[in-house]
């Protein structure tokens, strides 16, 4: 199994990046797909997840209207679009694919993601 994030940076305020997470080793579009993040010296957050077959998604307060999730189960993939990227957005990113049927989970090793000026 393995989820591989890519896409993080440096990136000033105000400004876009797209985190992509390959998938691979399982049946992707078995499972929810959720994007974490955790900064230096916090806990680890939900920022946003979608449901197996893309139907459902939800977001943290802090990101609604800023962050979008999405998913191609054709590619194994899913995304994260976030725009209007604030300095309390720095932060790792993570992938995490999960599956309560079989209280499964498994995460990828992260993306950086930086905005600063």
């Known amino acids: 199994v393995q989820l591989v994030e890519s896409g993080g940076g440096l990136v000033q305020p105000g400004g876009s990046l797209r985190l992509s997470c390959a998938a691979s080793?399982?049946?992707?579009?078995?499972?929810?797909m959720s994007w974490y993040r955790q900064a230096p010296g916090k806990e680890r957050e939900l920022v946003a997840r979608?449901?197996?077959?893309?139907?459902?998604?939800d977001y943290a307060d802090s990101v609604k209207g800023r962050f979008t999730i999405s998913r191609d189960n054709a590619r194994n993939t899913v995304y994260l679009q976030m725009n209007s990227l604030k300095p309390e957005d720095t932060a790792m990113y993570y992938c995490?694919?999960?599956?309560?049927?079989?209280?499964?989970?498994?995460w990828g090793q992260g993306t950086q993601v930086t905005v600063s000026s």
């Open positions: 080793g399982f049946t992707f579009n078995g499972y929810r």
């Open positions: 979608i449901s197996s077959l893309g139907g459902s998604t």
């Open positions: 995490q694919a999960s599956r309560r049927a079989t209280n499964t989970d498994y």
